[in-house]
C-alpha cells in the first residue's frame, strides 16, 4: 500500500514533501518520488494521503498502486 507519483504530471512544485508524516517523498534533481517500503498512504495519520491532499495537480499527479 502506497502511493505513486506520475512523472509526467508532476511540476516539482514541492508542495506534498513537508507534509509527509513519513518522510517518504524524496527529491533528487528536481525528481519527486515516493519511497514504497515506506509510505503508508497516511493510514493512522490523516482520512486521506496527505501528498494527494497537497498535490495543485491531484489525483492525475498522485495515484494509488
Ligand atoms: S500517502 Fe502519506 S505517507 Fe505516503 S507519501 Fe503521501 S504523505 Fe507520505
Ligand atoms: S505536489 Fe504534486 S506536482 Fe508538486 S512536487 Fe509533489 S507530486 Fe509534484
Do not use: F, R, W
Not at 512544485?13 to 509527509?20: A, I, L, Q
Not at 517500503?37 to 497516511?42: G, H, K, Q, Y
Amino acid at each position: 500500500m502506497a502511493m505513486k507519483i506520475i512523472q509526467a504530471e508532476c511540476t516539482s512544485c514541492g508542495d506534498c514533501k513537508p507534509v509527509c508524516p513519513t518522510t517518504s517523498i524524496t527529491d533528487k534533481g528536481g525528481i519527486y518520488k515516493i519511497n514504497v517500503e515506506t509510505c503508508t498512504e497516511c493510514e493512522g495519520e490523516h482520512d486521506s494521503p496527505a501528498c494527494l491532499d497537497a498535490c495543485p495537480a491531484g489525483e492525475a499527479c498522485i495515484v494509488y498502486l
